[in-house]
């Protein structure tokens, strides 16, 4: 029996010396070339909640206090709604990315609808986004009548090539930006480090309506 047990142990120590060196080769490996984490990215264009309008516009505007000389993310909000023709001319000098909608009601909520924009002639690319808008709200799933009365309208004004937009996403070294918010009607734009990536930060649309406080709206107003 002994002899019998010696026998089958010499004949597996050879396979479990193999395994436990193969083991042993494949922890070596991955102490020398450890997986990679993604960073997680908290960069973010836009106001706090609860801020304050005035606060959010200082630090928009002492995000423009660098020296770097590379194109920057930045969002650009404006007072009330404009025309295609009007952000264009107010982002002249940078690469618009993305146009964000709203139609303006009082005392009603709206929704806000952000649109990428391509390459080439701004107003045209403008003109399109706000279709594009339109059918992004006419898709939407409404929870009310109301929400529903609130859609359809909202829609039919952005398919009429309303001034609508709200904000603008756009890339620019810091001179244009810092002219970009010296225009009427710009009330803060906000950059981002040189090195953020696209894709990496979240929007936070400055709402017209919200003046004092970055709060929730009323929404108790008649919607036509």
């Given at each position: ?22 083991a042993?080769?494949v ?68 690469r ?8 303006q ?54 398919q ?10 756009v ?54």
């Amino acid at each position: 029996m002994r002899d019998r047990t010696r026998a089958a142990i010499w004949r597996w120590l050879p396979i479990v010396i193999a395994v436990v060196g193969a083991a042993a080769v494949v922890v070596g490996m991955g102490l020398a070339n450890p997986v990679r984490h993604l960073a997680v990215n908290t960069d973010r264009l836009g106001p706090d909640s609860g801020e304050s309008v005035a606060h959010y516009q200082a630090r928009a505007r002492q995000s423009l206090v660098t020296d770097n000389a590379d194109p920057h993310w930045a969002l650009v909000s404006f007072d009330t709604g404009q025309g295609s023709a009007q952000a264009a001319a107010a982002a002249s000098g940078a690469r618009i990315s993305k146009a964000l909608f709203q139609v303006q009601l009082p005392r009603v909520q709206t929704p806000v609808v952000a649109v990428q924009t391509a390459a080439g002639d701004p107003v045209g690319q403008l003109d399109t986004a706000g279709g594009v808008a339109a059918d992004q709200v006419r898709a939407a799933l409404a929870d009310s009548d109301r929400a529903q009365r609130v859609d359809d309208y909202s829609a039919a004004q952005l398919q009429s090539d309303c001034a609508c937009i709200i904000g603008l996403l756009v890339r620019a070294p810091v001179p244009v930006l810092a002219r970009i918010q010296a225009v009427p009607g710009v009330r803060a734009v906000e950059a981002l480090p040189a090195d953020a990536v696209y894709g990496h930060f979240s929007l936070v649309p400055l709402l017209p309506a919200q003046t004092d406080y970055v709060v929730p709206l009323p929404d108790d107003g008649p919607v036509p």
